[in-house]
């Protein structure tokens, strides 16, 4: 297929609307963006999701004149230019290339970068901070700390948390392991479900003077859904609605990865209602200058409102070209795209293609104590990673290893 016929400029304007916000209430501007990325297994999405982290930015005048800079690499008007970047929120997920994004591992892998890396902080709720520890492998596969490993913040809800995130930071967040549902979401849930509406058991459901159908209503308990278990990815739905009403409207851009754990598109019962109320909001995230990225498989993974409202889609191999959410009508466009590229639409308005490219080394982060996961380390070997970061001189795990080193016994 010859590539060349699609724009590459629109592609990397586009990817540029994503990376930077501005506020939305000036004339020009358009606050936050939501963006959905589709990809086969393998295909990048975790490796562009990581640039994005990374790359994202936030201007407090109109996005127009940094865009510009930016794709012109005018490196002179972008030292003139107010910009700031962008506190991002990040999903940590096991086997997740998260640690490249430590600020000591990134600038290792792009030293002549003129960006200063983000600072990146770790948030673990406090139930979970006990058991919970990081950690990489080898190349001989043994578990070692992770390099530069960053502190570690707790947290007790999200309201908590969204007050302790760092301003222009990566916060790389673990999502609790054991989550049952908010006040919050079970005052939500009732009024959609109108359990809070009082009934009455005498009278008839339909108007008087014909015989009623169904039964009358029976006077029922209110559902008692404080000890309802959910998935702990039900944690988002709370945390965006913390940010919404606490984080104040500054530029936030909050990056999921494999999102249809929460958004998914086969969610009983309770978590339909969320899912539901999510894509309800999902589109005036906007306004509170809130962006989204959510990765996936394909379309069908997520709730539909979701793929529906997004107004930016990145779609990899493996995404099929269904009319309802891309105006490009052949599958073999995505399928066929060389390594690297990928395809980008804004609103069926637009599209184009861009490219992005494989972080060097990508570091895989892996974590213990995961709710229902099998065990991946000895107890030894937890309590001696441990005890590493502990002692504060996890610099890096060459330094480590040196330190450990036998003395050389001089003969
Ligand atoms: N732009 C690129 N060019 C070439 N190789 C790449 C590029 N981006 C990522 N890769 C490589 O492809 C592999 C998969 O990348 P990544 O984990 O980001 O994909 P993914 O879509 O998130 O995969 P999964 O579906 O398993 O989560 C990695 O080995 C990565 O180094
Ligand atoms: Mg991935």
Not at 105 to 130: C, G, H, I, M, T
Request: with cysteine; proline share 7%; charged share 25%.
């Amino acid at each position: 297929m010859d590539y060349s016929v699609f724009s590459a400029k629109i592609g990397r304007k586009l990817t540029n609307e994503i990376l930077i916000s501005d506020p939305s209430d000036s004339e020009l501007s358009a606050g936050g963006t939501q963006t959905v990325i589709i990809g086969s297994f393998g295909t990048g999405k975790s490796t562009m999701m990581a640039t994005f982290a990374e790359y994202s930015d936030s201007t407090n005048e109109s996005k127009l004149p940094l865009m510009h800079a930016r794709m012109t690499n005018d490196h002179e008007r972008l030292k003139e230019l107010r910009v700031y970047p962008t506190t991002v929120v990040y999903r940590v997920r096991d086997s997740d290339i998260w640690p490249v994004l430590i600020p000591g591992n990134w600038k290792e892998r792009y030293p002549e970068s003129f960006r200063v890396p983000k600072d990146l902080v770790l948030f673990v709720n406090e139930q979970d901070a006990a058991g919970v520890l990081f950690y990489t492998v080898n190349k001989a596969h043994e578990p070692i700390p992770i390099p530069y490993m960053p502190e570690v913040c707790t947290y007790s809800d999200a309201l908590d948390l969204v007050t302790k995130l760092r301003v222009g930071w990566i916060n790389a967040i673990l999502e609790p392991q054991e989550y049952y549902l908010s006040d919050n979401l079970i005052d939500y849930i009732r009024v959609i479900r109108s359990e809070d509406r009082p009934t009455d058991i005498n009278k008839p459901l339909v108007p008087s003077g014909k015989r009623p159908v169904g039964r009358p209503r029976q006077k029922k308990e209110p559902r008692d859904y404080s000890n309802v278990a959910v998935k702990p990815a039900v944690f988002w739905f709370d945390f965006i609605s913390a940010v919404r009403t606490g984080f104040h409207g500054k530029p936030i851009q909050c990056i999921f990865d494999e999102a249809d754990d929460f958004i998914s598109s086969t969610s009983s019962d309770t978590h339909w209602w969320l899912v539901y109320d999510f894509a309800e909001k999902y589109r005036d995230l906007r306004k509170n200058n809130i962006s989204t990225v959510v990765s996936t498989h394909s379309w069908d993974m997520l709730f539909y409102a979701i793929p529906k409202r997004a107004s930016y889609k990145i779609m990899l191999p493996g995404t099929v070209a269904t009319p309802k959410f891309t105006m490009i009508r052949k599958t073999d466009i995505f399928s066929q795209l060389p390594s690297g590229h990928y395809m980008i639409e804004k609103s069926f308005k637009e599209f184009g293609i861009d490219r992005f490219s494989r972080i060097p080394k990508p570091i895989m982060g892996k974590i213990e104590g995961l709710r229902g996961d099998f065990k991946g380390l000895t107890n030894q070997k937890f309590k001696e990673i441990k005890k590493i970061y502990e002692s504060g001189d996890n610099v890096h795990p060459s330094t480590y290893l040196q330190k450990n080193l036998p003395e050389v016994i001089e003969i």
